[in-house]
């Protein structure tokens, strides 16, 4: 993480989030739009159940970035979902964090500011790794430095380009487990 | 505070409490009950200022202590409101969370256990120094061991016992700002 986080900064940014949701219920109550309200406190559950997942897959620096990231200035908003699957053990954490870092400043750096630009991340462990699907959409104004990127892409993560125009990003990226793992 | 908390169950703990009061709001709404729906936000709005007045005290160590405590297994459970006053400054903020586990510690071993005990803590910003007012109501079974903190109270607090029974304990405790402060 680019900052350390204490505990009344942490409780400060999720309070505003979930102040936030909540404004949301209010309102639609006070429009007398109850379904509606209704239907925000399902996806509202549905999207803390997603940070409970994150929070299990035994990656704490990967996911303390990816919970941290929109409290930070960052040039798109970040979303993500983890999928069912595999129990995810023996990836290596910091290697993760650090390569998703690298991804996320190239992004930054690479896409027009003040743009509507979005990232989804979808989770996937897998037999053999965890596949991360990076979707991204918004303006890409520095196509070169994404093709840099990829060709200097890391030999440790195996990549498979999608899509990929000014106005779309798409990949897959597997991270292998540990040593430990295979050998079973 | 008693153990070192990570962003991940920071994030854990106030996702689990969020929960809690957005399935209250659902449960009324399932109900039709929309008034007392819209009722529970507010209270969990005016919760929320309570907890960002709390945060803005510039008392990082006692206020981390006040977010963590019913996270963690006590006797009784606490809560805490900060009156509007004087802003709050130069508290010595380690000698106050200090303090408080001291008698929150004092507490835990004095109470029945099980029993249904509640701690309220009123912050009061003065103009010379800050004004805690804990009001206790559940039962105290060893009466001794609260009469002996008493009889030892640190020198650099002042207290003002209110009111001392077998159920009910109030008291308040008035520290001072440091130096600086008292020689403007």
């Known amino acids: 993480m680019e900052k350390d986080w ?3 900064e942490v409780l400060r940014h999720a309070r505003h989030d979930w102040l ?7 309102g639609n109550l006070a429009l007398n739009k109850v379904d509606r309200a209704k239907e925000i406190i399902d996806e509202i559950v549905v999207e803390a159940q997603q940070e409970a997942k994150l929070s299990n897959l035994h990656l704490p620096e990967f996911a303390s970035l990816l ?8 040039m798109f908003q970040l979303e993500y ?7 995810c053990d023996r990836l290596d954490d910091s290697r993760l964090a650090e390569w998703t870092k690298s991804f996320f400043s190239l992004l930054n750096r690479a896409i027009q500011p003040f743009n509507d ?4 991340v979808s989770i996937e ?4 790794g965890v596949r991360f699907f990076f979707d991204f959409s918004g303006i890409i104004i520095h196509k070169k430095d994404v093709e840099s990127f990829f ?3 890391p030999s440790d993560l195996v990549l498979s380009l999608q899509s990929f125009t000014t106005q779309e990003l798409s990949f897959d990226v597997l991270m ?9």
Chains 1, 2 share one sequence.
Do not use: A, C, M
């Open 6 to 8: 204490d505990i009344i």
């Open 20 to 26: 936030n949701k909540i404004q949301l219920i209010k």
């Open 67 to 74: 919970f941290t990231y929109n409290w930070e200035n960052h």
């Open 81 to 87: 979902d983890v999928l069912e699957g595999y129990k």
């Open 117 to 120: 630009n979005h990232l989804s």
């Open 125 to 128: 462990p897998q037999k053999q």
């Open 151 to 153: 060709e200097d892409f």
């Open 176 to 184: 292998r487990y540990g040593e430990e793992n295979t050998e079973e």
